[in-house]
């Protein structure tokens, strides 16, 4: 069964950081391009990172470049979300999603809710 799950979500302050990983049972993840998403309350499901398969390169929103990192470890079968300098506006559900290339998403874990409040 292939399944990914999601951990690491909490409440943080503002200004603090939270690292979600992505971990996966039933596939390898380095075989898969692997996406990071957010998903606000009454918002649309929004791209946030995604690391390539290829060569691992990586991409970022405009609203979390410099802040968060999107990172591998191979050994864990796991993707890392590092989220620092965070702000209200990062509230939300975190989903990771799998698929051959960035932008195809084939494979969804349920999500870790991040909430950054004072």
């Known amino acids: 069964q292939l399944q990914l799950v999601e951990s690491g979500g909490g409440l943080v302050q503002p200004g603090g950081s939270l690292r979600l990983s992505c971990t996966a049972s039933g596939f390898t993840l380095d075989y898969y391009a692997i996406g990071w998403f957010h998903q606000a309350p009454g918002k649309e499901r929004e791209g946030v990172s995604c690391i390539s398969a290829s060569d691992g390169s990586t991409y970022y929103a405009d609203s979390v470049k410099g802040r968060f990192t999107i990172s591998r470890d191979s050994a864990k079968n796991t993707v890392y979300l590092q989220m620092n300098s965070l702000k209200p506006e990062d509230t939300a559900v975190y989903y990771c999603?799998?698929?051959?290339?960035?932008?195809?998403?084939?494979?969804w874990g349920q999500g870790t809710q991040a909430t950054v409040s004072s």
């Open positions: 999603a799998a698929g051959l290339e960035c932008g195809v998403n084939d494979y």
